[in-house]
């Protein structure tokens, strides 16, 4: 397994380097930038960021950037390299849980595990995580959501192989640091460990010689198992981990209530939009973008995979005799019902890199069947391949302009920092200034936030009204489609560059008398 750790380890090394120049981008601009920003230039002063950057959970990832930034100076470089542990961590974690998963049976007419561990599979899983469009792209971001992948697969690791329970405090307590999405990750974590099938294991993991029984548990008919799996003792020995960062994140959410009066968001908050509730009509289109998700950049394979190995085991009915598939089945349901449901109620939660929890308990089922279990064994090399494929090729999905894209869930977006800097520089050979030039989410405000560049200015918001000219990308999803097409029809595209379906144009205002020039 030390092999493929050094392997991966150079890999990510080299991608970081790479990137190590590359601005904030879409989301990170305010969870990283300006939350760092804040504490950087305050010294660490206030736990209560500014209203207008308040994400309203702890902002811990803003305060480890600014603590690097103190160290290593406020540079891009210092901020990709902060992520390099991480990275290293959760390449480390997936190693482990993959050489667990792809251990061999005793004997073919046994159902147990050998102690050995299948390295040369391990390295298998720790590539299909990674060709994930959206956590590669995540990986190549200064974004909160790499740690909270980290301490998610921490938690993972706890539960699946039974580690001490304090390892399991830890992943709790950094879910809790990162955002409410890390805590819901956490109460995934926690339905998982309430419903888990209890094994020989039960002992290790308690570490205590009064730990429940399996017959106990089980009881002597299925609702007596029942009450017995959630007694109040049974409940508090699973509970207990996960009291600490949860305690950790009430304080702090107490605190916050008391300081600024609201939880979570507020009425004049920039996303506010997105916790907009929705009705009926809102809710099954969340469902039907739910499932685009699920299918999108390359993901539709992998699905249909899961369907088909789905229907082989129930098929054959070896579902309940796979104890790995039974754990990484409960895993993913918990991780979804934990996760998911909630968004759907909201206007605009359903972003890619909000499921990145489930997606990964998604790719550990597939890995099991694959390399863990016998329904795949047969087909494993061709559907493997086909995957990875797949994954890989949706880095190269792009949308027609029209079509709103979760432009942080693709390395497709690495494309847009040579076009934008390609923008700016004709901008500047033009002698336009920022403020005649309007433009939309992630590159409105000052430079600074997004480059580092110490330049207050910045692009103003689109207002094509008052607008002498309108930078334009399609990697920006809040054009409508009336402005896009007012765009294409009336104004003149003065610049324009595209690369790889990304582009950016520059468009001039046909009325000068509008803006004044």
Not at 212 to 218: I, M, R
Not at 220 to 247: A, D, H, M, Q, Y
Request: proline content about 4%; aromatic content about 16%.
């Amino acid at each position: 397994m030390r092999r493929p750790f050094l392997i991966f380890s150079l890999f990510a090394f080299v991608a970081t380097f790479l990137v190590r120049d590359n601005p904030f981008f879409w989301d990170t601009v305010q969870l990283a930038s300006k939350h760092a920003h804040f504490f950087y230039g305050t010294n660490f002063s206030s736990l209560i960021l500014p209203e207008i950057m308040d994400s309203g959970h702890i902002p811990a990832f803003g305060m480890y950037l600014a603590a690097v930034w103190k160290f290593f100076g406020k540079t891009l470089p210092a901020g990709h390299f902060a992520m390099l542990p991480f990275l290293l961590g959760i390449g480390c974690l997936l190693l482990k849980i993959g050489g667990h998963l792809s251990k061999e049976k005793k004997g073919a007419n046994t159902g147990e595990w050998s102690n050995e561990m299948q390295p040369n599979y391990a390295k298998w899983l720790l590539l299909l995580c990674f060709t994930d469009p959206v956590l590669a792209s995540q990986s190549v971001l200064v974004s909160p959501d790499v740690v909270l992948v980290f301490f998610f697969l921490l938690g993972v690791y706890v539960v699946l192989l039974k580690k001490t329970k304090w390892l399991l405090v830890l992943a709790v307590i950094g879910l809790g640091l990162v955002s409410m999405r890390g805590m819901m990750a956490a109460a995934g974590l926690f339905l998982y460990l309430l419903f888990e099938p209890e094994s020989k294991f039960l002992s290790k993991f308690d570490k205590k010689k009064d730990a429940v029984s399996d017959a106990k548990l089980s009881g002597k008919t299925f609702w007596e198992g029942l009450k017995n799996r959630f007694s109040v003792s049974f409940f508090i020995k699973k509970l207990w981990p996960f009291l600490p960062g949860g305690l950790l994140v009430a304080a702090y959410l107490a605190y916050h209530w008391q300081a600024v009066g609201w939880i979570g968001y507020h009425g004049g908050s920039a996303w506010a939009p997105s916790f907009a509730r929705v009705g009926l009509q809102g809710f099954i289109k969340n469902i039907a973008v739910l499932g685009w998700r699920m299918l999108d950049f390359g993901r539709v394979a992998e699905v249909l995979v899961l369907v088909y190995f789905g229907f082989v085991v129930l098929r054959e009915k070896t579902f309940w005799g796979d104890e790995n598939l039974k754990r990484l089945a409960l895993l993913a349901a918990c991780v979804f019902l934990a996760t998911v449901p909630t968004q759907l109620f909201y206007k605009g939660l359903l972003s890619h890199r909000y499921l990145l929890p489930f997606f990964i308990s998604l790719h550990l089922l597939l890995f099991h069947f694959l390399f863990g279990g016998a329904a795949g064994r047969k087909f494993r090399k061709p559907v493997f391949a086909i995957v990875i494929l797949a994954l890989l090729c949706g880095n190269l999905w792009v949308y027609p302009k029209k079509i709103s894209q979760g432009w942080d869930g693709t390395l497709a977006h690495l494309h847009w920092f040579g076009l934008e800097k390609e923008a700016e520089k004709y901008l500047k050979s033009e002698g336009i200034p920022y403020n005649k030039v309007g433009t939309a989410f992630p590159n409105i405000g000052p430079r600074e936030m997004i480059e580092l560049n110490g330049a207050g200015e910045g692009f103003t918001e689109k207002d094509l009204e008052k607008n002498c000219y309108v930078l334009y990308s399609n990697i920006m999803n809040d054009f409508s489609d009336s402005e896009i097409d007012e765009l294409e029809k009336d104004w003149q595209a003065v610049f324009q560059n595209e690369k790889m379906g990304v582009c950016t144009i520059v468009y001039k205002n046909p009325n000068p008398a509008k803006c004044g020039n």
